[in-house]
């Protein structure tokens, strides 16, 4: 199966996107908008990362204005052909620079907001460490300094939703597969917790489906868990970098939600607005007990 061939058509929302303005994207956004015309995505929404560790790859790498030039005036072209862009943002989160993304959100104004955890410039998850921290530490050990950032985020209250919330089985694997942690519900208690008190969106994130992990962040039963929990706020994104991964794997992520028991997805289309619901498109058939391989149409 080739990439373009998981490029998802006929739904409402893509709401994880990068451009050229990050710096692991080569994409220009019309790209992205011509992709979503032809495949039927009716809205998306441009993230590119802001970091604010030093060193850090989007470290002062675009400026907040050339950002939203850009997508405001993407939107002005591509929004009377029946495409919809918001201007986004994927803020990397870690507690030692909470003040200065709090400030930054404060000053600038996003019509949809991720928090993210990331490597951070020196980590316990960089390839050439990962190994040695892995050996000798179970899995909660292995995960906490990750596990513990993302909780925090989403305690924070700072963003509309938290993306990837285990984007670590990327970094870890395949020292430690995808299987240790679905065999680990538990150590996502904390996280689900602190979302549904927060009111803070959980992300389904497609891109791992990408990636030989071959799995999503989280993986379906986080995601049936978070609805157990009184989880209702839910969004789905495919974090495309390049422009073959438009819109990628996001029917299985729209199949995920719907077999949880969502029904809308929460999202939010200005700066100081109301977020609103987007409906799921009803599920025509499942392949997969999960829900993923489904195909969806509109209701």
Known sequence: ?????????????????HTDLSPDSNVPIDAYAATALEHGIAEIAITDHVDFEPGAPAFAYSTFADRERVVRDAAERWGPQGVAIRFGVELTYDRSWEADIRAHLVGHAYDFTIGSVHDRVSSPYSPSRVAGWIAGRSLAEVVAPSFDEVTAAARSGLFDAIGHIDGVKRYVY??????AFEAAPDLYEPILRALVESGTALEVNTSGLRYTIGVTFPHPAIVTRFHELGGRA????SDAHRATHANWGLDDG???ATTAGF????????PGTDRVSVSLPVPL???????????????
């Open 174 to 179: 395949p020292h430690i597969r995808p299987e």
């Open 263 to 270: 029904t809308d997805l929460t999202f939010r289309r200005g």
């Open 1 to 17: 199966m080739t990439m373009t061939d998981r490029q998802a058509r006929d739904l409402p929302l893509d709401a994880h996107m």
């Open 285 to 299: 058939a499942h392949s997969n007990p999960d829900g993923s391989g489904s195909r969806m149409v509109r209701s």
């Open 234 to 237: 839910l969004t789905i994104g």
């Open 254 to 256: 729209y199949a995920i």
